[in-house]
């Protein structure tokens, strides 16, 4: 059950790399250092928190819903497997990083907190066997024992009754032992390549009469990923439904595949190998084809993990390691199933008690009416917050205007989309139409490249202006510009998100939908297509907070004004809510802040380097993470900005606190201006986070997040449930007009 070694490590990102196909000499747009423009705190302890530490936090948040009875028993499983899946992520990447620092001798450039690669290695390992031995705890005495209380049972072989075992023998003949290949391990066959998180067995072999078979083969069985690794016994027999892991069922049966032998031993393993992608775009002839490449050898990076099931041989066992070259810390002996991501297709069961009540998103916002959609935006702007506001108005935006025959233009970042995406039906559509359509894909969205490079030729094929944006900046702004023909010229129309362009993940993740025909706003979003497009050094933008070019600047200058402004004695105030929170120049000014006097509330649902409640350094400032049935994903920020014309400052946009975010990707953050808007943004959006005592956990100086403190008897408050509840109360009062 438990990990019984195990280390990660920190991914270093490699030089700066980005680009577009057949123009690798595009200029290279220059990286802005901004500085900050008030003193950085100077404390005498310890100002940062360690960013790995940091992400296992959060992922220790995701394990905590996993165990908690709070959730309904389907949703613990899946959140189990979604932790299972963030940590093979950070094994992938960040561990990955780290390990090829060490390795190579390099110190690296430390992090925030001045730890070095092998200090974090020693670090992250402590933690992260903790957690894995958690995992396994609540999957075999919490959640197993729950699920066969409701009759979802899970046996291991031995478990299998006669009937049972002739039902598994016959599966295996069936489905299974047709895809099986056997690999000896011996002088004249050498150690397979073993792709990136695949399912392999190691089997001992011995002689039929009970000695060891001569020189103690080995073989090994890579399992196909068709296969499904839960395989439900006797599908059509009445009663509980059973289930056996497809590990058991290959280990169970594999002496078929060895005449002659008995099997000794068999054991479950699986190799995490790092799959960061690194490109040279200068060195690129061509961007597309290149990463193709990569992918391809993605699934034979260096290993960075070893899982494998407990009892295995420890001369089979130090073989793998070998063949591997991988040291024993980086190894996790595990009493199974490996890969708990697998339990995912549990929550797919057919069983509506024992989930989140369903929940359908309200259609009630003014773009209900896709005909009118343009007509609407010319009266006022629309903010829809996802996915409590369905995502379908992003969709009818992008469709309508491919339909219409007054929209001469159409222009479109895409980072993630769905695997049957509307959006690019829609712009394909657009361009069989005649108009003039352009689409800004990052081919280096991790990993959807694949897809990506999908939806890019098919695009190209129909006609579409396909481009990767600027050398060494992935596009990760969220923008839709039409340019539409009216009586009066030319108009144009935008949609700015802090969300992909995906109506799957539209369901599960927050975020927020801005709809706009601002003439200020719009112009800015004319201007970012043109720079990404073109060439422009020095591109100015009147209202938009865009990176790489003045994003990071203005949100220091804009943390600074608070900061004097309390220093005067005015009112100041900052809310930000962000998914990350890392980069030092913007953390040392909101350090300075709160030495100023400002109160500031920070809504960080992942890292969070900043450290709150420190004496004279951050009294004032509260960090709050929420983890529930949503996954959080706005970034909205507030500022009181006392004196100033327009009153409070709101912004909401793509971009994390982050240095990739500020100085490698390209970036918008967005103003709200509308007045009703903006009361939602205050009000409800921070208002109710702000007061959730049920998901959200605070932060606190020592790096531990605890529950929030509530009043004493009164019931616990959750804003995701208010939103949910709001939303249906919309969809029930535009049912009764």
């Known amino acids: 059950m438990a990990a019984k070694r195990t280390v990660s490590a920190a991914h270093v990102p490699p030089p700066a790399a980005a680009g577009q196909s057949g123009a690798d000499d595009r200029v290279l747009i220059p990286e802005p250092r901004a500085q900050p423009v008030v003193p950085p705190a100077k404390p005498e302890r310890a100002a940062y928190f360690n960013r790995e530490l940091s992400w296992l936090a959060f992922n220790r ?12 028993l389907l949703e613990r499983v899946r959140f189990l497997a979604i932790f299972s899946s963030n940590l093979d992520e950070f094994f992938e990447i960040r561990v990955a990083g780290l390990i090829q620092q060490a390795d190579e001798g390099a110190a690296g450039e430390p ?32 959640l197993m ?12 072989a031995k478990e299998l009754t006669a009937a049972e075992l002739g039902w598994v023998e016959g599966y295996f003949r069936e489905q299974v032992y047709p895809v099986l290949t056997p690999l000896a391990l011996d002088a004249s066959h050498p150690f397979p390549q073993l ?57 169970l049966c594999a002496g078929a595949l060895f005449p002659g032998y008995r099997v ?22 061509n961007l597309l084809k290149r990463i193709e490449d990569e992918l391809r050898n993605r699934r034979r990076g260096a290993a960075v993990r070893l ?29 199974g199933p490996l890969n708990l991501l697998r339990v995912l297709s549990l929550a797919e069961i057919d069983r509506p008690e024992l989930k989140y009540p369903p929940f359908t998103p309200a259609a009630v916002s003014a773009l209900r009416e896709p005909e009118h959609i343009f007509e609407t935006l010319r009266e006022r702007d629309v903010l829809l917050h996802h996915p409590y506001d369905s995502f379908q108005p992003v969709v009818d935006f992008v469709e309508q205007a491919a339909r219409d025959p007054q929209v001469f233009a159409l222009k479109q970042t895409l980072y993630r989309t769905s695997g049957d995406s509307p959006i690019v039906r829609a712009l394909i559509e657009a361009s069989r139409n005649g108009k003039q359509v352009t689409a800004l894909v990052e081919l280096k969205a991790r990993f959807d490249e694949a897809n990506n490079i999908q939806w890019a030729k098919q695009l190209e094929e129909a006609g579409v202006h396909v481009v990767y944006g600027l050398v060494g900046h992935k596009t990760h702004c969220k923008c839709s510009l039409v340019v539409r023909r009216e009586e009066r010229g030319l108009r144009h129309y935008a949609h700015l998100g802090t969300g992909n362009y995906n109506p799957r993940t539209a369901r599960l993740y927050t975020d927020l939908s801005l709809f706009t025909a601002r003439e200020d706003l719009t112009a800015d979003a004319a201007q970012l297509f043109n720079t990404l497009t073109g060439y422009n050094r020095a591109p100015e933008f009147r209202r938009l907070l865009v990176a790489p070019f003045n994003l990071h600047q203005r949100l220091i200058e804009l943390i600074a004004r608070e900061a004097e402004n309390a220093a005067a004695g005015r009112p100041a105030r900052i809310m930000a809510k962000m998914n990350s929170l890392v980069d030092k120049a913007v953390i040392d000014a909101l350090y300075a802040a709160s030495q100023a006097g400002v109160q500031i509330d920070l809504i960080v649902r992942g890292i969070c380097c900043l450290v709150p409640g420190v004496r004279g350094l951050s009294d004032h400032i509260r960090v709050r993470s929420i983890v529930g049935r949503f996954l959080e994903h706005a970034r909205a920020f507030w500022f009181e900005n006392h004196g100033g014309e327009n009153g409070p400052l709101i912004y909401a946009g793509s971009a994390d606190w982050m240095p990739r975010n500020f100085f490698r990707r390209v970036e918008v953050v967005f103003p709200v201006d509308d007045p009703a808007l903006r009361r939602f943004v205050t009000d409800e959006l921070f208002g109710m986070e702000l007061a959730d005592t049920e998901n959200a956990r605070e932060l606190h100086a020592d790096g531990g997040y605890l529950p929030v403190a509530r009043a004493e008897g009164a019931p616990a408050f959750s804003a995701q449930s208010y939103f949910i509840a709001a939303a249906q109360q919309r969809a029930q009062a535009s049912m009764e007009i």
């Not at 948040?61 to 309904?72: F, I, K, T, W, Y």
């Not at 024992?145 to 291991?156: D, N, S, Y």
């Not at 190691?202 to 020189?215: C, D, F, H, K, Q």
């Not at 000794?264 to 002839?285: C, G, M, Q």
């Open 61 to 72: 948040r995701v394990l905590e819903q996993a165990q908690s009875d709070r959730h309904p």
């Open 111 to 142: 992090g925030l907190d001045g730890l070095g690669a092998r200090e974090q290695l020693r670090r992250i390992h402590s933690v992260v066997a903790s957690l894995v031995e958690d995992q396994y705890r609540c999957w075999h005495t919490q």
């Open 145 to 156: 024992p729950a699920l066969a209380r409701e009759g979802i049972v899970i046996k291991g």
């Open 195 to 251: 792709g990136n998180k695949t399912l392999n067995i190691v089997v001992a072999l011995g002689e039929m009469g009970g000695r060891a078979a001569s020189g103690g083969q080995v073989a090994l069985l890579p399992v196909p990923r068709i296969l499904p690794r839960l395989v439900r016994i006797e599908p059509g027999a009445a009663g509980p439904q059973r289930f056996i892991f497809l590990t058991d069922i290959v280990k």
């Open 264 to 285: 000794r031993s068999a054991h479950a393993f699986r190799v995490t190998r790092n799959s960061d992608l690194y490109i040279d775009e200068e060195e690129a002839e």
């Open 307 to 335: 899982e494998i099931e407990d009892g295995v041989d420890d001369a089979i066992f130090a073989t793998l390691c070998g063949h591997l070259a991988l040291s024993h810390e980086y190894v996790f002996r595990l009493a």
